[in-house]
């Protein structure tokens, strides 16, 4: 079978890491080729920028820079892990891609739409995946839930969940503008509810999607 992308999307606190585990534990006991793989992360150079883009820095990141940064580690993981993986047949499963930097630097932090993808198609060819998951939930509730987190996580770092609920409303209602305008590549998947049904219609939409 030939190689697939795919990528998980949705606001902190969607689940979507969780249901990428499932889905990728669920494609391993059928005896596929999975590689998963996040942004930012995934390289050496997505770490740096991962702990510069979430961690505390005594230098603040520029929006800009932030963006320029996002679209570097973006072109280095394309380059080294996920073009090869997908070349030898693999189903990548990446948590967060471009979509992510539309919702979060282009409407979350007010940078436009535009500017993220002009400078997508010209560091990363627009490249985009086969499908692309995006876990909905209403803002509310995903903040609840990040905020949870948010107690828990150590005081260095510097969480978008900590932007409050107008920030992730942004996001949100980003992620479903941007599956109202990409219906092919995109379904939008309601991640309310139990852990199971959200895994089921995760497993419904990606196989009838991708024809497994
Ligand atoms: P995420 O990968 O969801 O981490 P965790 O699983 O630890 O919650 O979080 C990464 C954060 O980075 C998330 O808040 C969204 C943000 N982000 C951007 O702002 N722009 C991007 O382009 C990407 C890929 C992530």
Known sequence: ?????????????SGKTTQL?????????QGRDVVTTREPGGTALGQAVRSWVLEAQAEPLAPRAELALL????????????????????????????????????????????????LDRLICGGARPELT??????????LARAQTRLRRAASGENRFEAEGA??????AEAYRAIARREPERCA??????????????????AAARLGW
């Open 133 to 142: 998951l995006i876990l909905d939930l209403d803002p509310e509730t995903a």
């Open 21 to 29: 585990e499932l889905l990728a534990e669920r494609l391993r006991a």
């Open 188 to 205: 939008l998947i309601a991640a309310s509810g139990a852990i199971e049904a959200v895994r089921e219609r995760v497993w419904r939409a």
């Open 71 to 118: 679209f570097a580690a973006r072109a280095q993981h394309l380059q080294q892990v996920i073009e090869p993986a997908r070349a030898r047949g693999a189903i990548v499963l990446c948590d967060r891609f471009t979509d992510a930097t539309e919702a979060y630097q282009g409407a979350g932090r007010g940078l436009g739409a535009e500017l993220v993808r002009e």
């Open 166 to 171: 107008a920030f992730l409303r942004r996001v």
């Open 1 to 13: 079978m030939p190689g697939v992308f795919v990528s998980f999307e949705g606001v902190d606190g």
